[in-house]
């Protein structure tokens, strides 16, 4: 069974600052996705990791995939409050069916305070 | 382009009452999920659609859920009768078919299901 595991649950950081958010998942994947919710919002599609070594940045966020480690990063950097959400990880399995479902993480919520 | 849509936002029932969620995916699209988000733990998978078809409804948890979808358009999701367990956030979403390669979906807002 396709676990995904994400850590911190919980991350209060300060403006300004760099963190990571790291999301382990238990089997083998090339496809990893990236999603950021806002309280009563829609999960928002940040980033589609498709391949071993793939790095996509969009403003203070940067995501990577190592599809041998199992393991895809959540890099944020220089943190500003609009950066304030939940952020989940979610996996699919290797093989394009007709539409996999997604495996979630627990998801991150992330606190910035000024 | 329209998002995914979900009604109501929020729904307040007793233990034994029957509810029913909908779900408008985006146009075109012929993949069409349901998700669920117990007291803050993942986001779990019910069902999948294809088009009207039941692709996937391993993650369903019991009998009392029952998901219909209309000629390959909108979704509904019915819960009869509702249990205390089933309080959560319930998200729909919907994908392109497998020409994209990959499956990225498309969340709607969620709708909001409290049963006391």
């Known amino acids: 069974e396709l676990k995904v595991e994400q850590n911190p649950l919980f991350l209060s950081m300060q403006e300004g600052k760099n963190y990571t958010i790291y999301c382990n998942y238990s089997t083998t994947s090339d496809r990893l996705y990236w999603y950021r919710q806002d309280p009563g919002k829609s999960l928002e599609s940040l980033f589609v990791l498709l391949s071993n070594g793939a790095v996509k940045q969009e403003g203070r966020l940067m995501a990577s995939l190592d599809t041998k480690a199992r393991l895809s990063t959540l890099h944020i950097t220089a943190a500003v409050h609009d950066l304030s959400a939940t952020y989940f990880c979610?996996?699919?399995?290797?093989?394009?069916?007709?539409?996999?479902?997604?495996?979630f993480g627990a998801g991150t919520i992330l606190r910035v305070k000024s | 382009e329209a998002g995914v849509t979900q009604f109501p936002s929020h729904s307040v029932i007793e233990k034994g009452q029957t509810v029913t969620l909908r779900c408008d995916p985006i146009?075109?699209?012929?993949?069409l999920y349901w998700y669920r988000r117990v007291m803050g733990k993942e986001i779990k998978f019910l069902l999948h659609f294809v088009k009207e078809s039941k692709q996937d409804e391993s993650g369903m948890p019991n009998n009392r859920f029952l998901a219909e979808r209309t000629g390959g358009t909108y979704s509904t999701l019915k819960v009869q009768p509702a249990e205390l367990e089933d309080s959560g956030v319930y998200f729909c979403?919907?994908?392109?078919?497998?020409?994209?390669?990959?499956?990225?979906?498309?969340f709607g807002p969620g709708t909001r299901l409290t049963v006391l």
């Open positions: 979403a919907s994908s392109q078919g497998r020409d994209r390669g990959y499956n990225e979906q498309f």
């Open positions: 146009s075109g699209h012929d993949n």
């Open positions: 979610a996996v699919d399995k290797e093989r394009w069916l007709d539409g996999n479902k997604l495996v």
